[in-house]
């Protein structure tokens, strides 16, 4: 059964970084597009920043130059360098792993930036 846990989060203030992980058991990470999403309540969860199998790269606009996604494959791991965090990126941030039609979520962790 796959599994994808999340860490990093935590609160910081306007102008500084956090560095999310999401680490992969369960299944061949290589062969996976990954990415992060994030969600406030009463909003749909939305794109932040993907990675493909073959690392091509893409970003959400409101994100563009301030983070960074990463993966090591060796690790299992997709990281998410968060710059310059601005109070509208309060979110949860979520994991997502997928494949064709197949697609697995982390539990989530909250990013909280104070003004």
């Known amino acids: 059964q796959v599994q994808l846990v999340e860490s990093g989060g935590g609160l910081v203030q306007a102008g500084g970084s956090l560095r999310l992980s999401c680490v992969v058991s369960?299944?061949?990470?290589?062969?996976?597009?990954v990415g992060w999403y994030r969600q406030v309540p009463s909003k749909e969860r939305e794109l932040v920043a993907a990675?493909?199998?073959?690392?091509?790269?893409s970003y959400a606009e409101f994100v563009k130059g301030r983070f960074t996604i990463s993966r090591d494959n060796a690790r299992n791991t997709v990281y998410l360098q968060m710059n310059n965090l601005q109070p509208e990126d309060t979110a949860v941030y979520y994991c997502?792993?997928?494949?064709?039609?197949?697609?697995?979520w982390g539990q989530g962790t909250q990013v909280t930036v104070s003004s």
């Open positions: 997502k792993l997928w494949r064709e039609e197949s697609y697995s």
């Open positions: 369960g299944r061949p990470f290589s062969p996976y597009n």
């Open positions: 990675v493909s199998r073959l690392g091509s790269k």
